[in-house]
């Protein structure tokens, strides 16, 4: 359990990345240290499910271009 607490600016910390559905129903969530960026898991969460043809709403964070290529390519 102690994996999935980081050590950041802020001290240690905790991230929690979630995807939702249009209601904001919780669908996956992956648990991180704090000192992961809010980007890396993006991927892997949107992996696992099919999205075409879906509206993806995410912060600044998730605007990559490894994410935008990502999400093109499904």
Same mark, same amino acid.
């Given at each position: 359990? $102690?994996?999935?607490?980081?050590?950041?600016?802020?001290?240690?910390?905790?991230?929690?990345?979630?995807?939702?559905?249009?209601?904001? $129903?919780?669908?996956?969530?992956?648990?991180?240290?704090?000192?992961?960026?809010?980007?890396?898991?993006?991927?892997?969460?949107?992996?696992?499910?099919?999205?075409?043809?879906?509206?993806?709403?995410?912060?600044?964070? $998730?605007?990559?271009?490894?994410?935008?290529? $990502?999400?093109?390519?499904?």
């Amino acid at each position: 359990m $102690n994996r999935h607490i980081g050590v950041s600016r802020g001290g240690k910390t905790t991230k929690l990345h979630t995807v939702v559905d249009r209601l904001g $129903n919780p669908l996956a969530f992956l648990l991180t240290g704090g000192q992961i960026y809010d980007s890396v898991p993006v991927i892997d969460l949107l992996q696992q499910f099919d999205i075409t043809g879906s509206h993806i709403l995410g912060d600044k964070a $998730n605007s990559s271009e490894a994410i935008k290529r $990502n999400l093109h390519h499904n």
